[in-house]
């Protein structure tokens, strides 16, 4: 990532959902993750997910655990691959990566002002004078 907000592990997992996947797909931490060849969906490799940087990270403990985050952020499944049953492919509108300046503004906002007390604090915070330009980071549980 171009300009990227270098963040510790420990400040990654203050982050809300979407953000961490933002990160995640764009740094290719790691091969379970990444953008399709548009680079307008994600790429889920179930068979490779479970390793203990996402485990970390995301705080799961199986595939069901981050598949239920992504429902829960309203990442809507487009595809499978038939030939491969662990390969999914997951669609957010403006989860694209032309919106990388964006979502470097959001997280560059989030570094510098927002709480650190992740989740709570940076819904309402968003939520009344927060900066989500997007509209696609916090999502309503």
């Known amino acids: 990532m171009a300009n990227a907000i270098r963040l510790q592990m420990a400040e990654k997992k203050k982050l809300p959902f ?3 996947l933002w990160i995640t797909v764009n740094e290719d931490a790691t091969e379970c993750l990444r953008w399709n060849t548009a680079k307008n969906a994600v790429i889920v490799d179930l068979g490779l997910l479970v390793t203990d940087y996402t485990k970390a990270l995301f705080d799961i403990e199986t595939e069901e655990d981050f598949l239920s985050q992504m429902r829960r952020n309203k990442f809507v ?3 499978t691959d038939p030939s491969n049953p662990e390969i999914f492919v997951f669609r957010k509108k403006l989860f694209v990566k032309r919106n990388d300046k964006k979502f470097r503004e959001v997280l560059l906002w989030f570094h510098k002002k927002a709480p650190r007390d992740v989740p709570n604090r940076w819904r309402r915070a ?3 004078q927060g900066y989500d330009p997007l509209g696609i980071i916090i999502t309503k549980i």
């Open 18 to 20: 979407v953000l961490k």
């Open 77 to 79: 499944l487009s595809s």
């Open 126 to 128: 968003c939520g009344k």
